[in-house]
Structure formats: structure tokens, C-alpha cells
């Protein structure tokens, strides 16, 4: 019997180390069964001695890559990771409004690990006016959260609840804000414009996170696409990238990847915690 498995996009940019970005994203995709496709808008690779850590693709490079991805395969889920720049925001605005993706997942990646700026300052406001109105989810974390809101400071659930309230005002169809850096559990906040939903995890005590957050929303997009709610994309994608996470390892004294192949070879996955009852607002 031939499969065709849902076709999965990520419009991001290359981490050459393995753990982030596209890498993270196909190796999540590959994980959870779906077919993964790729735009990089950057390479990212750290240079110690000239500091140029980015090298940003031109735009028909950008184009090229979208219009194979689009028209000689098709795509039913699409995530954006690290864009970069203005110019390519725009691009990427302008090519998700003529691909007619019906599940578009927006993760605002601005600073990485490798302390590079992974998006330019003044491309704040393209992300905010034209991409993110355009997302059925968005994933900020909480330094990414608190960047959207002019530097509100965000401490505890309540500010991630209130800070998906007013990012819902931006006009994505669901915000979830993630609470990686919260003390205590990792309590991340779901909101639709009406209804609050929790997802708390365990915190796991490691450093090895890098692509954490990649890994997550790769793994949202990948659920949507195979159909599932939004709630039950989440829910699961939690559950996956805490048991990549719980696995995370380092081959030298840099901070490491998670496993992407933990759930397949470790066994279970992480249960999350769903809190449906956190109110209307
Ligand atoms: O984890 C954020 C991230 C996203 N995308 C790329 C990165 C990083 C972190 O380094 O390199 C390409």
C-alpha cells in the first residue's frame, strides 16, 4: 500500500550544529511521521573570530525554495522559525497569504543560544503587523513574550495569561505562551480569545535544551497536520519535546540538543498536565 504521509513545511534557518532550527524541525518531523520539507532564510554557524555568525539567503533564494516546496509537493502545515530580517518577513507574509497553508505556526525565534541576533531590529514590526496576524498559533517563550509586549516583565502564570490576552490582540487565532523559564513546573498558557488552557511538565533538570523550542512548535505544526485540534496538537507536542528534553545530552562542554528520537527508542513520553478549568476571560 503506497502512504502519503501529511506534507510538513518549515520556513526557518540552518543551525549547523544539529540541535536547532531546520535540523531540530526535520528530525521532529521525521519523528512524528510526517513529511518534511524546507525553506532556509539564513545559515547560522558560529565564527569565533569574526563574530559573523549569520549569513542571511537572498530573497529569490527564499522564493525558489517555497515555490518547490508549494507547487511540485504542496504543503498542509507550515512553521516559520528564525527569519531575520524585514525583507524576509515580508516574503514569508506574502508567500503563506498565496499558499492558502491552512495550519500556519509562527514561532517568534529572536535570540539564539549562540548569543547571535536570530531576527534584525527593526523587523519587530513586520513580524508583529504582518506575520503573526496571519498564524492559527503562535509559540512565544517568555523573553520573546515580554519583546512582543515592550518589555513587560513576566514572572508568573498570571502575567503568561494576561501576555497571551494582549498578544491575541495582534490577531493569531491561538497564543501560547510557554513558561520554560518560570520557577517550578513548565507551565505554558493557551489562550483562543475566550478560554485560558494550561500544559504543565515536569522541569527537568538540564542545560541541554538548544532547539527546545524548535522541536516544540516543529512538533505542533506536524500534529496539525495529521489533523488533530489545536489543543490535542499541543498537548501532544508537549509530551514530545519533554521527553526530548528529559534525554537532552552534550558531546563536548557546549550546551546540547535535545533527542529528538527519545519517545521512539526511550518508551513512553512525558504525560502532561491539562488544565482545562483555568477560567474564560
Ligand atoms: O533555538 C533558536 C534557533 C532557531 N533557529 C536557528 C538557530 C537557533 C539557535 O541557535 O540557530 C537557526
Do not use: W
Not at 516544540?216 to 507536542?237: F, P
Amino acid at each position: 500500500m503506497m502512504i502519503k504521509p501529511p506534507r510538513v513545511l518549515t520556513i526557518a534557518g540552518s543551525a549547523a550544529g544539529g540541535s536547532a532550527g531546520i535540523q531540530a524541525d526535520l528530525k521532529t518531523f521525521q519523528e512524528l511521521d510526517v513529511y518534511g520539507m524546507s525553506v532556509i532564510t539564513a545559515i547560522v554557524a558560529r565564527h569565533p573570530e569574526t563574530k559573523k555568525n549569520v549569513h542571511p539567503q537572498t530573497i529569490e533564494a527564499i522564493e525558489a525554495q517555497c515555490a518547490t516546496a508549494t507547487n511540485q509537493v504542496g504543503v498542509d502545515a507550515l512553521k516559520t522559525g528564525m527569519l531575520f530580517s524585514k525583507e524576509v518577513i515580508e516574503k514569508t507574509a506574502e508567500i503563506i497569504r498565496d499558499s492558502n497553508v491552512e495550519h500556519v505556526v509562527i514561532d517568534p525565534v529572536m535570540v539564539g543560544k549562540l548569543d547571535s541576533k536570530l531576527l534584525e531590529d527593526d523587523a519587530i514590526d513586520a513580524l508583529k503587523m504582518q506575520l503573526l496576524p496571519m498564524a492559527t498559533i503562535i509559540t512565544p517563550n517568555m523573553p520573546e513574550a515580554s519583546f512582543l509586549l515592550d518589555g513587560r516583565t513576566l514572572t508568573c502564570v498570571e502575567d503568561l495569561k494576561q501576555a497571551a490576552k494582549d498578544l491575541h490582540e495582534l490577531g493569531p487565532k491561538y497564543v501560547l505562551v510557554k513558561g520554560g523559564r518560570l520557577e517550578g513546573p513548565a507551565v505554558d498558557v493557551l489562550y483562543n480569545g475566550s478560554q485560558f488552557i494550561t500544559f504543565e511538565a515536569p522541569r527537568i533538570d538540564t542545560v541541554h535544551t538548544s532547539g527546545a523550542g524548535c522541536t516544540y512548535s516543529a512538533a505542533i505544526t506536524a500534529e496539525l497536520a495529521k489533523g488533530n485540534s489545536i489543543h490535542e496538537a499541543v498537548e501532544a507536542a508537549k509530551g514530545f519535546v519533554t521527553t526530548a528534553i528529559d534525554y537532552g545530552f552534550s558531546y563536548t562542554e557546549l550546551v546540547g540538543p535535545t533527542y529528538h528520537a527519545a519517545r521512539r527508542t526511550q518508551g513512553e513520553a512525558h504525560r502532561i498536565i491539562v488544565d482545562k478549568t483555568v477560567g474564560e476571560n
